[in-house]
């Protein structure tokens, strides 16, 4: 087997355990997916009735739906991990660290889908906008963002797992760095709807791949020293 | 006694450098009085760069040598670094209210760059006052400062973008009073006012820094008394100021 086979089989294993458990026991993501579906309909009393206002702010309300109660599902994610040691016995595997990061990644990219899977159609039923239309570009957009988030999420849920005050910290350190992922995204999706007629969305497209890129490497390189602490 | 000289430097020059700035300078002819503004604005701006700068230097030397000294500079970086940025978006929104007619302009990449910048490394400061041991809040610290340094040219790009995208620019560029054709007087009070502050920043991170230090064999005394008999604790060590 060649060490990048190997890598992605111990990726795949640690993204499929952290899966199994999910289904099993229901503690992380399950809760995040209501808490998804009750922001967007809180949206809709903040910034309703004007079925055009909503329908105008839609691609901004889906992704902070995505980004908020994605947050919280990484930050449960890896909560879960610390209970009976199961994070320190993950730090002694004899594995590569950056195998370790990539299958949390993975995991938490799961969960990020799971997400957008939910918030797409609610977007389309509750604020009126016509997502089905450019399905296909929407899956990138949702594909990007979603690995971006999971990168860096993952690795700052690493790093503030073992801290008292998680609940809080996490999104106040994350939000600021998802903030031109936020951007980028919300662009993408509003520049997709209108028909991308300035040829704006291949630039946003090359954004989103590049934070993911930037976050994936910053993220494998030091994921584990936060679990080596 | 040196550190004492340079403060005491850093405030007779700060007050000259005002004094300078607001009287003896004339004020630009279309934006009036407010631009004096923007001698500070620009200097704090600028030292904040190279806060930030020198704690990302610091933040990956910690990585690879684990060496404490490293650790101190981060956060005496960051910790100046907070405040001069936080002076800076503070005398722009009081330059942008007389100039442009509003504290804030979502079309400004800049501003909203500088915003989320600032928000980084709050959060740097933040996560260090939540781990209580030396080691783990120095990785930790260290790795949040790599995350911000690489997220920072990409919140750049992106906010420049988005203004391209939802309307075009509305305003000067502020920093317009920088470019050669701006009569030598005001590019003396900007250096002027730079220079200035750059001894007071140097003299912050200087204290800073020895503080971080005394704060971390305090820390360390504080652990290898709670781990060996009460005798052989060994004292804090003097203040060499």
């Known amino acids: 087997m060649s060490a990048t086979t190997r890598h992605l089989a111990i990726a795949t294993t640690i993204a499929g ?4 458990a999910e289904l099993r026991g229901r503690h992380a993501v399950t ?10 309909l809180i949206f809709g009393f903040a910034l309703g009735p004007d079925r055009d206002r909503l329908a105008a702010a839609g691609p901004g309300l889906l992704w902070l739906a995505v980004v908020l109660s994605g947050i919280l599902a990484l930050g449960r994610l890896h909560h879960l991990e610390t209970e009976d040691g199961a994070f320190e016995l993950l730090g002694l595997y004899p594995v590569s660290r950056a195998a370790i990061y990539l299958g949390k990644v993975l995991g938490g990219l799961a969960a990020m889908l799971a997400l957008g899977a939910l918030v797409v159609p609610l977007t389309v039923i509750l ?6 239309a450019v399905a296909p570009g929407l899956l990138v957009v949702i594909s990007l963002g979603s690995v971006g988030l999971a990168a860096v999420g993952t690795l700052y849920a690493g790093l503030t797992v073992r801290l008292r005050a998680r609940e809080v910290l996490l ?16 662009s993408a999706t ?10 704006e969305l291949a630039a946003w497209l090359q954004l989103l791949a590049g934070y993911d890129l930037a976050m994936l490497l910053a993220g494998g390189v030091t994921y584990g020293l936060a679990l080596e602490e | 006694m040196a550190l004492r000289v340079l403060g005491i430097s850093a405030v007779v020059a700060i007050v000259a450098a005002t004094v300078f700035g607001l009287f003896i300078v004339p004020a630009d002819v279309n934006q009036g009085q407010p631009q004096r503004i923007l001698y500070l604005h620009v200097a704090t701006a600028w030292l904040a760069y190279l806060s930030f700068g020198v704690t990302t230097v610091a933040c990956i030397w910690w990585l690879i040598r684990r060496d404490p000294r490293a650790d101190a500079v981060a956060l005496a970086g960051a910790e100046v670094g907070v405040v001069f940025i936080a002076s800076t978006i503070w005398a722009g929104m009081m330059w942008g209210r007389p100039v442009w007619g509003t504290f804030w302009d979502w079309g400004d990449p800049r501003l909203t760059s500088t915003a989320v910048l ?10 260090r006052r939540l781990t209580d041991d030396p080691q783990r809040r120095a990785t930790r610290a260290a790795i949040i400062g790599i995350i911000a340094a690489i997220d920072l040219p990409i919140v750049h790009f992106s906010v420049t973008w988005w203004r391209g995208l939802h309307q075009p620019p509305t305003f000067g560029d502020p920093e317009n009073i920088l470019n050669p054709p ?13 220079a200035a502050f750059s001894l007071a920043w140097l003299w912050l ?5 020895r503080l971080a230090r005394l704060e971390w064999s305090a820390e360390d005394a504080a652990r290898r008394g709670a781990l060996a008999p009460a005798a052989s604790v060994a004292p804090a060590p003097e203040p060499n100021a």
């Open chain 1, 17 to 20: 355990k952290d899966l199994r």
């Open chain 1, 171 to 186: 999104p106040l350190l994350l939000l600021p760095v998802v903030a031109p992922l936020l951007l980028a995204a919300v």
């Open chain 2, 205 to 209: 991170a200087i204290n800073r820094y």
């Open chain 1, 190 to 199: 509003a520049v997709l709807l209108a028909g991308d007629p300035f040829g």
């Open chain 2, 182 to 194: 701006a009569p030598g007087q005001f590019v003396a009070a900007l250096l002027f006012m730079l």
């Open chain 2, 118 to 127: 600032l928000a980084l490394y709050l959060g740097y400061l933040l996560i």
């Open chain 1, 127 to 132: 604020f009126g906008v016509d997502l089905l």
């Open chain 1, 31 to 40: 809760s995040t997916l209501f808490l998804a579906a009750v922001t967007m």
